[in-house]
């Protein structure tokens, strides 16, 4: 079964710097998608970003960036010019396409603040 | 382009009694599943749903839970007999396609008394 490991329970960082969010997985699959939610105050869980993993080129979407690396199964998170706004749990997750299972598979979370 | 909706946003129950979650999809998905989160927790699958159809329920406790999505009308899951262990946060997601992105609604929170 497939597993999602984020290994930082909390983190913070000063507005406008960069922080970076941790999250590894394990599968045997070779293609699946991966994906970052951030979940804020509101408990509304918001899409952040997503990653095939037949894709080499890392996902961007404005100040949010992966770092992918499949062999190391590691997808993390880089927030750049950090926003009071982002303060919020972040999830990872995992999709796999093997076997018509359609569920997504969580970690933990990440707990970030940011801080005037 | 409405997102997916949910209701209602808070429920709560007395242990016994019977909850009853909806959920509307975004406009043209046909692909719903349900979550739910703990305190403190990631989200748990239950459920993945087409119309009329139970794909994949390996996520659903076996007794007193179950899940529709009709060929009319909103995905419901029911839970009979709601314990108190059941308090949690109930999230639906929808998706156009397989393997497409899962976007979810603003969640039920259930409180068992």
């Known amino acids: 079964a497939q597993t999602v490991t984020q290994s930082q329970p909390e983190m913070s960082v000063q507005e406008a710097e960069t922080v970076t969010l941790s999250c590894t997985y394990d599968?045997?699959?070779?293609?699946?998608?991966l994906f970052w939610y951030k979940q804020p105050p509101s408990r509304q869980m918001i899409l952040v970003i997503r990653q095939e993993a037949y894709k080499q080129q890392n996902a961007t979407e404005n100040r949010f960036s992966v770092n992918f690396q499949k062999a190391a199964k590691s997808f993390s998170l880089k927030i750049s010019d950090s926003q009071l706004g982002d303060t919020a749990m972040y999830f990872c997750?995992?999709?796999?396409?093997?076997?018509?299972?359609?569920?997504?598979?969580f970690g933990k979370g990440t707990k970030l603040t940011v801080n005037p | 382009n409405a997102g997916v909706m949910q209701n209602p946003r808070h429920l709560v129950r007395r242990r016994g009694q019977e909850a009853r979650l909806r959920c509307s999809p975004m406009k043209g998905h046909s692909h719903v599943y349900w979550y739910r989160q703990l305190p403190e927790e990631g989200l748990k699958f239950m459920v993945y749903l087409q119309k009329e159809n139970i794909i994949d329920e390996s996520g659903m406790p076996k007794e007193r839970f179950s899940a529709e999505f009709p060929k009319e009308g909103p995905s419901i899951l029911r839970i009979q007999q709601v314990v108190r262990g059941d308090s949690a946060a109930y999230f639906c997601?929808?998706?156009?396609?397989?393997?497409?992105?899962?976007?979810f609604g603003p969640g039920t929170r259930l409180l068992v008394l």
């Open positions: 997601a929808s998706s156009l396609a397989s393997g497409e992105t899962q976007y």
């Open positions: 599968t045997s699959e070779n293609n699946y998608y």
């Open positions: 997750a995992f999709l796999g396409t093997q076997g018509g299972s359609e569920k997504l598979v």
